[in-house]
């Protein structure tokens, strides 16, 4: 019985296999230092395959390089053996919702979804710490004292003597901030869809790295561009008040979502408040709709410029249907029809634009009989065409917006009770992102969770169209600051700040929208090490003859349910997929997404219960190794779905 691999896939070696596929010569076979045969790129054949279009050693060229990039390469591409452990009473609605909420490390988190999320992330939106020298939490082997730093990138000797006349330790924190993320942003990419997006929140400090960053991970060519979030004055500085921050948007595959007529839009500003107004004017004016409109000019007029609504002042007239602009009625760029139009009061043909009509004759028939035409008094202006408010709700997102960057802070005061958090972004500002990019059942993660702003956004948008966006967010199970108000409400850490917040959010959302039979729930996880004893043992290195010195064991505490959803990510299922419990000839039984995976990791398995199971022929069955009496009994139970089941793949742990 073949045995689960057990820890995260090898990367390279996954890349190994895309070069194959490109360039079948060029991977070969060599020793390794234990003189184990292993797959190997003959970089002597590839030179040739690419002939003269290579770069290499000193050779001039562009890129971003820092001292730690070859490390943090490799912290990507490295397996790890650990897993994700539920638990089931930090969830909400364990076995109904979608959702997953990570507690651990990102890179490990990202790692361990690498199979099971490849390719099916429509949205990813992270605020990664902002480089201030110190503040960001970073536990990877590579970080390193300023004085290794000093030393390593050739400001210093050995002895820790000056080899230049100022340290300029800062690039330290550049660079421990570039390896912090570039492998968490090489992860984060095999995860998206191929017309999915990331959106990056980020300062002054790190925006240049951060977009030559991107640039290296996801390609020059899938830059979206940058968005400029102006938040309101600090007036913290002597020289220039920074008053705004960045949001970078790289697509996975922008020529694809060219190719796919992708346009993304969000819903005007202050449209609200127009229609609102408007239909107050309407009233009060008893039905005149010439004296509504007068109203609603002298509306506009009053607001401050920063009022969204202002954005949509031409929109200042007002008839039945509704508030609408009078638009231009000829052919963009000229060269359309021209043909006689007919005044509604005078008779006479009126002006024809020199442009052309913008519709074709009959069109333009239909467009009269609606009153969507508007005439002027007589034929001699040329008429205007109604475009509607309704009818143009939606733009394409500028880059540069307002919101007031306080209004956040207080909202999640108010929801949480106290001041729990420091700088949260703001949920309607990630709910637009949202619903700019994502479809009613896409996957948004958030890696960087926080408290969990993005997780409570992916509710709001679905509360606004009724859809099912799932999410997955991951935070650090960082201890919130001795003293803080979180620590007096009771908070020893942020992923429990952020799981209470995404509870209180869901209940928020679900009152305001009365909202019932949604997925407000998420299923709670754990970056833990692996579940087995063995797992040290080395990935795809287990063939059939060394099973037996293989005993399977499990560590003490690990629960069956942890031992499945580490074998769910090993076979690249998701862990949010139902689960279903039985009981077969007095053994537990899982099975998942009812008949992906039959899982039994009870001891002294009888024949009868692995041919219960066989006959519900599921596609995939996992048995723990040692959960057969003799080898006999295993290669019985081999043989039995080999009869019963012969499409079911049988692993074991
Ligand atoms: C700037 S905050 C994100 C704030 C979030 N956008 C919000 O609105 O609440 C960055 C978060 O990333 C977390 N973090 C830092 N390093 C991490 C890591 N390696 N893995 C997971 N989370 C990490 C920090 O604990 C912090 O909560």
Redesign the pocket.
């Known amino acids: 019985m073949e045995k689960l691999r057990m820890t995260s896939p090898d990367l390279t070696e996954a890349n190994i296999d895309k070069l194959a596929e490109l360039f079948p010569t060029v991977v070969t076979e060599t020793l390794d230092a234990d003189g184990n045969p292993q797959r190997a790129v003959d970089f002597d054949l590839l030179r040739q395959e690419l002939s003269d279009h290579i770069v290499e050693g000193p050779q001039e060229r562009y890129r971003l390089d820092w001292p730690g990039k070859r490390a943090a390469a490799f912290a990507a591409n490295a397996p790890i053996a650990k897993t994700l452990r539920p638990v089931r009473e930090e969830s909400v609605d364990f076995d109904t919702t979608k959702n997953l909420f990570i507690e ?4 490990d ?1 990202l790692k361990l979804l690498q199979e099971s999320y490849l390719g099916k992330v429509k949205m990813i939106y992270i ?4 480089n201030t020298g110190n503040d ?4 990877d082997d590579f970080a390193e004292s300023t004085q290794a730093y000093v030393e390593r990138s050739g400001q210093s000797d050995e002895s820790g003597a000056s080899l230049v006349a100022n340290l300029e330790t800062n690039g330290r924190f550049h660079s421990d901030w570039l390896s ?1 993320l570039y492998p ?1 942003l090489k992860l984060a990419r095999n995860l998206l869809r191929d017309d999915g997006a990331i959106f990056i ?1 980020i300062n002054d400090a790190e925006l240049e790295n951060l977009k030559h960053l991107g640039s290296e991970v996801f390609g020059a060519q899938n830059f979206v561009g940058t968005m400029i979030w102006a938040a309101g004055r600090k007036n913290d500085s002597r020289f220039i008040s920074s008053s705004h921050e960045y949001i970078v948007c790289f697509a996975r595959d922008l020529n694809r979502l060219r190719e796919l007529g992708v346009n993304w839009k969000v819903r005007k500003k202050g449209l609200d408040d127009i229609y609102k107004a408007a239909a107050k004017f309407v009233k009060d004016a008893g039905g005149d709709y010439a004296a509504a409109s007068v109203a609603l000019k002298q509306w506009y007029k009053s607001l401050p410029d920063s009022d969204d609504a202002k954005r949509n002042k031409h929109y200042s007239r007002i008839d039945e249907r509704g508030v609408f602009y009078a638009d231009n009625i000829s052919w963009p760029g000229g060269g359309g029809p021209k043909y006689e139009v007919l005044h509604p009061l005078t008779g006479r043909p009126v002006r024809i634009p020199s442009r052309g009509w913008l519709f074709q004759e009959n069109a333009m028939r239909r467009q009269i009989q609606d009153g969507r035409v508007l005439f002027g008094e007589d034929e001699n202006s040329v008429p205007t065409f109604k475009r509607y408010l309704r009818d143009t709700e939606n733009e394409v997102a500028y880059s540069v917006f307002y919101q007031d960057g306080r209004a956040a802070t207080k909202r999640l005061r108010s929801l949480m009770g106290s001041s729990v ?1 420091d ?3 703001d949920e309607t500002v990630i709910q637009t992102l949202v619903e700019m990019v994502t479809e009613e059942d896409d996957l948004v993660l ?9 997780a409570h956004s992916v509710y709001m948008a679905n509360a606004v169209d009724g859809g099912n966006r799932k999410y997955i967010m ?3 199970d ?1 201890p919130v600051p001795t003293g803080s108000p979180a620590e007096k409400s009771g908070f020893k850490s ?1 992923s429990q700040i ?1 799981r209470e917040r995404i509870r209180r959010a869901a209940e928020h959302v679900a009152g305001n929208a009365g909202m019932k039979d949604w997925d407000g729930g998420f299923r709670s996880f754990r970056v833990d090490s692996g579940n087995m004893t063995d797992t040290l043992r080395e990935p795809d290195r287990v063939d059939q003859l060394d099973l037996s010195l293989f005993t399977s064991s499990v560590k003490e505490g690990r629960s069956a349910e942890d031992l499945l959803f580490q074998v769910l990510l090993d076979w690249g299922l998701e862990p949010s997929l139902s689960i279903t419990k039985g009981v077969i000839g007095g053994r537990e039984v899982f099975f998942v997404d009812e008949d992906a995976v039959a899982a039994c990791f009870a001891d002294e398995l009888p024949p009868e219960v692995v041919r219960e199971i066989a006959r519900r022929q599921p596609l995939r069955a996992v048995f723990r190794d040692d959960g057969f009496d003799s080898d006999a009994a295993r290669i019985n139970a081999e043989q039995i779905f080999r009869e019963v089941s012969p499409s079911t793949e049988v692993k074991a742990i």
């Open positions: 651990g490390d990102n890179l988190a605020d990664p710490p902002y960001f939490v970073y536990h912090m968490r929140s958090f700088f949260p972004k958030d890696f960087f969770a926080g408290s969990g702003t993005t991951v935070q650090l960082e942020i952020s």
